[in-house]
């Protein structure tokens, strides 16, 4: 099994920044890749950005591309997301994620097989 807890969200006004942080726990060797996703109220849970956990490549949704960046820590097993010039619309509930195949759809939130409690971002006009 795998844990992993969010940290960082809060209340920020838009055009401002914040971090999140994503610690995982337990069996992580088995991760192949970790990432975020979010779901505003009333609506469906959506792909922000994912980052494998070996190589360079990272991926991120359309509408967070230029303002969001995912990074991680290796040695921490933690993934972060910086997210800057945060828009209104950007407010949501944010689910870090992790999975375990070798090969997935990274955009497909049934690709995942673990997922975090979820962290609040509040952006304000």
């Known amino acids: 099994q795998v844990q992993l807890v969010e940290s960082g969200g809060g209340l920020v006004q838009a055009g401002g920044s914040l971090r999140l942080s994503c610690a995982a726990s337990g069996r992580t060797y088995s991760g192949t890749a970790m990432g975020w996703f979010r779901q505003a109220p009333g609506k469906e849970r959506y792909f922000v950005a994912t980052?494998?956990?070996?190589?360079?490549?990272?991926y991120y949704a359309d509408s967070v591309k230029g303002r969001f960046t995912i990074s991680r820590d290796n040695a921490k097993s933690t993934v972060y997301l910086h997210m800057n010039s945060l828009k209104p619309e950007d407010t949501a509930v944010y689910y870090c994620?992790?999975?375990?195949?070798?090969?997935?759809?990274?955009?497909?939130?049934?690709?995942?097989?673990?997922w975090g409690q979820g962290t609040q971002v509040t952006v304000s006009s």
């Open positions: 994620v992790l999975t375990t195949k070798p090969r997935f759809y990274y955009s497909d939130y049934d690709e995942y097989d673990y």
């Open positions: 980052i494998p956990w070996s190589g360079d490549n990272t």
